[in-house]
């Protein structure tokens, strides 16, 4: 083995600007900002044993080599612990005392508050005998305001562990409230995605978190994902960091018994999308740059064979059992099938990413009280709303035409899977159909299954008009975190991205 | 909510003797014992609760329900984070940076030593300026003596993490050392499973342990098991706990390149029988008793839906992969995915279990020198050994012919697998052939599959003669941890277990 070469100045620069980049380009990487020294020693010593790869001159001298030109060669699964049953959520109170909480923060919303997650949530800190504090004030889709007003309430006590009992949105502020007391002199747009927050990579190890969850979309519970509206930028974005993840879910099929059927629809959607759009990002193979250092390896990390597993087996579930949760939410079966196949499609995800229809969602809820004023049916508020899951819906059918070019085969699965089979082999016709127009048949199919769940088909139905195609094309623009995992869509901030944009755009307006 | 009701006594009691317990019956709990009084308390409650279920008399106070009567109702997946790619070995020394190791322990084998994997792992740690110990003196098949050797060496030591480079002795074999670093007055037995050992629940948090697997067979890297040669009862056991769980798990192909023919078969058919078994183990909700803490949850706890998409996939991908290894150790392709396999399998019985083949291997392995001599070609040894893979597979093909009955269904799907189909669906003469006889076509398939990879076709073939059949049953009996999961068994104490495991051990002398 000779001896490390000197690195050129370039090299160092380089990674230096890896190391540091506050506004760094990954999908939420949790750079550790201490890591810096050893992240440029490791990376020359990596620089120098590209021995045998080209950059390496024929005396074994290295000469430096981009590691930002240069694509990934690994990926990392992680996922919190999951325990599933029913009744299960009684346990937490066990949990606590096992993890010997001094005093736990309660997470949760006004509405949950009164239902049996909750009950069972108290009782079992009861007569655990752990001391506890709750915060009920959550706002479903958390924006700024709302996520200061949970970390004032979480800095002002001393807790020693979370626990959130609640959708995505509870989940997702119980895991800032705790990030943010953990820094309690950091500002809310500290940790928040390039380049509206600064991207601070979280470099300390969080208070235990365990996560309940109430509604079958998020997947929250084993994610590293909290997303919130910033005001002032009327968007959608959030934080992204594998510290952030619960040490455990607790997934209890008893807790979604009161669920609406409009809110089981719209969470099942979301559910759908995760593994939708796990299942066809880009390979982990594909993303730029390479990590210098694990730390620097995002969780949104671009499809892999682990996340493909959970993802396919979550859109197994999903085209399976919503129709009939949608069609008798008493359905005691299909309602837990759902839950786990959240579950599923969260780890799927949360270990590959999102692209194209969650990026596109953003825009499409966050404009609707300017441009569109929809109000979704089944839903109790008294003002304009689209759902997540049916905003992520909307463009369906028009994006997975749109990447079926970029891996024929795995859309012919889904394809397939839409239509009851287990797999595009088992069905002949889909077997045979040429790659050209495996795109029209998803889009079909897509649009069919959203049609029977009754989605509103397409943004015009919403009341949006095709001159609001340029303001959502400019809304989603800033979502680079998960365009940049799409397959196909170019470079964003070019004329490419913005035209394929437009044109997905375009298609979704009806179908 | 009615307030709950006094316990009488035998609910106590029956609570105590559940948390106390040293030889608790169930599969590597890790009871803190500690929580002893809270889980009394919990458990009161949760006997309070039952309104609704048989036991409750009309007044609303609860009878007192015996517990340890009752099914399971929940399941916990835990699994170690994962990192896979070609040359990711060398990531490992900015990971012990990262987690900010002062001194690391390193443990190898002799072999292990000079290969790829671990100059990879000593570069990484160099270059990241961490500091280390080696340990090279892991015994292939570890037994008492060799773990006390590495426990003496560690504990000499002062290491705030562990490191393992190489197959499943390597990993097990760390992780003890770490076990008994954190409990430096322990003696060896103090944890192992009942009845060898105390069976003493973990209740402390261990120091960080990374795995890099050099073998795809026991993945070992996923899951809390260590397994040893216990001397005096020449039997094998070992303890079972999450405690033990690595924190990473780095999986590299590059570090199988130089793994032997043999060797790669014989730890291949290891992962072939981790998911057959755990995918064919009772259901999680058919283990007792059901556990009044979440800590006393075992993790072999019995199939479950997750595991069940781990074992299926692992295997899958052993049945296409394997023979193609066999064939040719140079492609590239299927080492990797069989190390992916192996990988999986670990999160697959690594929180199910495995039952009848490994439970019967520990004798067929262990009465080898005494009974049997038999030396496996391609082992470079100067003594009879029959490799852990190849004592698993011997009874395979009789032993899903016995579990047949208990899931004909899940045995369909495997001999369609064996056939190359994806599900038992696409072969229309599998779905045809009726219950009463997969038991026969699941046997013949195994024994297909087995022969063509060069197995002895038979116990007989090894050198065991029908006489020692009664001496493989007595050292079966023991291994109750993994035999309680297996479907049909009965009470392996009993005559209907020990005669059920006579005739499994009959049909597998030669077929």
Redesign the interface.
């Known amino acids: 083995?000779p001896k490390?070469a000197p690195a050129s100045r370039s090299a160092i620069t380089n990674l230096m600007r890896l190391s540091h980049s506050a506004g760094c380009p990954c999908h939420g990487c949790s750079t550790?900002r201490q890591?810096g020294v050893?992240?440029i020693?490791?990376g020359i010593?990596?620089i120098s044993?590209h021995g045998s790869q080209p950059g390496t001159n024929s005396r074994g001298y290295a000469t430096p080599v981009d590691l930002a030109s240069q694509k990934e060669?690994?990926?990392?699964?992680?996922?919190s612990?999951?325990?599933?049953?029913?009744?299960?959520t009684?346990?937490v109170?066990?949990?606590m005392?096992?993890l010997k909480a001094k005093k736990v923060g309660v997470f949760t919303d006004t509405t949950v508050r009164g239902l049996t997650a909750m009950?069972q949530t108290i009782?079992g800190l009861e007569?655990?005998?752990v001391k506890y504090e709750i915060f009920d004030k959550v706002r479903v889709e958390p924006n700024d305001k709302s996520w200061a007003e949970a970390i004032a309430f979480a800095r002002a006590q001393d807790f020693s562990h979370f626990l959130a009992v609640g959708g995505g949105s509870v989940m997702d502020t119980a895991k800032v409230a705790n990030l943010f007391t953990c820094y309690p002199e950091a500002d809310l747009l500290e940790f928040v995605n390039a380049p509206i927050g600064r991207g601070t990579p979280i470099d300390k190890q969080l208070r235990p978190l365990i996560c309940v969850p109430t509604t079958a979309g998020t997947g929250s519970e084993t994610t590293g994902t909290a997303i919130f509206d910033h005001s002032e930028t009327e968007s959608k974005t959030g934080i992204a960091s594998r510290a952030l993840r619960p040490v455990l879910g607790i997934v209890d099929p008893l807790n979604t018994e009161t669920c609406p059927t409009a809110v089981h629809i719209s969470s099942g959607l979301d559910v759908l999308f995760h593994a939708l759009e796990s299942y066809t990002a880009i390979p982990y193979t594909e993303r730029m740059p390479r990590p210098a250092?694990?730390?620097q390896?995002p969780a949104y990390q671009g499809r892999?064979?682990?996340s493909d597993?959970?993802s396919l087996?979550a859109l197994k579930q999903t085209v399976k059992y919503l129709p009939r949760v949608a069609r008798d939410r008493t359905d005691v079966e299909a309602r837990g099938q759902m839950l786990?196949a959240s579950t599923?499609a969260g780890i799927g995800f949360g270990n590959a990413g999102v692209h194209l229809c969650h990026g596109m969602s953003y825009p499409i809820s966050g404009l609707n009280k300017k441009l569109a004023h929809y109000k979704h049916e089944g839903y109790q508020v008294d003002h304009p709303i689209v759902p997540h899951g049916i905003s992520v819906a909307l463009t369906g059918p028009a994006v997975f035409d749109f990447t079926a070019p970029s891996s024929p085969d795995r859309h012919r699965e889904v394809a397939a899977i839409f239509k009851g089979h287990?797999?595009a082999?088992?069905s002949t016709d889909i077997a045979r159909i040429p790659d050209s127009d495996v795109g029209a048949l998803v889009y079909d199919r897509i649009a069919e299954f959203l049609s029977n769940l009754g989605v509103p088909r397409g943004l015009s139905k919403l009341g949006y008009k095709d001159e609001h195609i340029p303001s959502l094309v400019k809304g989603t623009i800033p979502q680079r975190r998960v365009l940049d995992l799409a397959p196909g869509i170019g470079d964003v901030m070019g004329s490419d991205g913005h035209e394929h944009l437009t044109r997905i755009l375009e298609k979704s307006m009806s179908y």
């Open positions: 083995m490390p550790a890591g050893n992240m020693r490791a010593n990596m044993k060669y690994a990926f990392e699964l992680a996922a612990n999951i325990r599933y049953g029913e009744g299960v009684k346990e109170g066990m949990d005392a096992n009950r009782q007569s655990a005998g250092n694990p730390l390896r892999n064979p682990i597993v959970f087996w786990l599923f287990d797999s082999s088992e």
